[in-house]
Structures are given as structure tokens and as C-alpha cells.
């Protein structure tokens, strides 16, 4: 069983649209992520919820809204995509918020905005 | 904000020999973590090294950690070809308010080559 799993692994849509991208882990951890990795391999963190609550938005444009509706599941929704949006989407879990603990990653979702 | 940068980018070397990468941050740390990341795949977590630690093993990596210097190293040893992927260092930030945020450095491209 793949511990943390996201879809859809590819997505290719047109500047306007409004697409999703969802997030399970199975691993019990109370923290998940969403991370944003670009062109060059940057990877910037953007959000992260613990047990269901908002810990970390990292001055991401508000057509980003994340949402959890239990602990297991992270979900990431965008607005009017913008050719700037076009990278690899991560989502990421761990066991809990503090202590700066091992994150578990998912195998990317690449999104290309066209 | 806080960034790990990595040395160097790119590093090509052959199978057998050892590799060695390095991050430098700039601000205290709770601890510093290095990932792996194949090609087109998720990060995967490699070892953790708190800040009151100077160096740990494991298998064939030994990262250090020099907290005077802000800097640590990945030493890879004996090298495969399966060893090819980035490699990125990422720190939780004393005083980030425990909030489990990782910042993440640029990464090193390691080629082993057969």
C-alpha cells in the first residue's frame, strides 16, 4: 500500500480553468503538506494542516485553497490557473507538527498549465 | 526567509568512488534533514541530524554538521549507479514557532556513472 498517494499524477489544462488535486495518507500522522516544486527543483513549502487545521499558509495567492476534510486527506484546489502555476505539486505527511520530524512524500502531481 | 544553498549543483562522478555534497543555512536550527529525489519521482528521507549532534552514519552515509559554520555534508561512499538522483538538504528553523516547516535547499544532481 503506498503510504502517502496523490491524483492525478499528470494534469494538463488551459489558462482559466479551475482544477483539483487530492492527497491521502495511510501512515496515522497528524500533519500533511503541500509543497510546490518548480523548473529548477525549488521546492517551497505552501501549506500545511494538522488534524484538520490550517498551521502554515505561505503568502500563496488565494486562488490556492487547501482543505482537509479528516486528518488522512489533504486536497488542493486552484482557481483561474495561470501559466505561472505549472509545476510539480507534492504532498507530504508527518507523524506530528512539531519537532521538525521526517516527511513522507507522494510521487508529484505535474500540473502544466497551457 | 531562511534557505538552505547546496554545493555543488551538479556532480558527476564514477561508480565506487565517494560523493560528497553540501548545505550551508542561515539561520539556528532544531535540526537538518537530507532527502533523495529520482528522477520524475516523490523526496525521500534519508537521515536527520539535530543540532547538538556533529556527525551520524548511515549504511553508506555520513552527514556532519557544523553548527558554528551553519553547514553540513553528505558523504555517499563507495557510490552506485543507483545512487543517481538529487539530493536535497532541508532545515527546521529554531524558533519556527513549532510549526514542522521544513525549508529545503536548491539540491545537488549526483550522477554516478557505471
Known sequence: ?114 | SQQGEEDPQALSIQEGENATMNCSYKTSINNLQWYRQNSGRGLVHLILIRSNEREKHSGRLRVTLDTSKKSSSLLITASRAADTASYFCATDAAGSGNTGKLIFGQGTTLQVKP
Open chain 1, 1 to 114: 500500500d503506498t503510504a502517502v498517494s496523490q491524483t492525478p499524477k499528470y494534469l494538463v489544462t488551459q489558462m482559466g480553468n479551475d482544477k483539483s488535486i487530492k492527497c491521502e495518507q495511510n501512515l496515522g500522522h497528524d500533519t500533511m503538506y503541500w509543497y510546490k516544486q518548480d523548473s529548477k527543483k525549488f521546492l517551497k513549502i505552501m501549506f500545511s494542516y494538522n488534524n484538520k487545521e490550517l498551521i502554515i499558509n505561505e503568502t500563496v495567492p488565494n486562488r490556492f485553497s487547501p482543505k482537509s476534510p479528516d486528518k488522512a486527506h489533504l486536497n488542493l484546489h486552484i482557481n483561474s490557473l495561470e501559466l505561472g502555476d505549472s509545476a510539480v505539486y507534492f504532498c507530504a505527511s508527518s507523524l506530528r507538527q512539531q519537532g521538525g520530524g521526517e516527511l513522507f512524500f507522494g510521487e508529484g502531481s505535474r500540473l502544466t498549465v497551457l
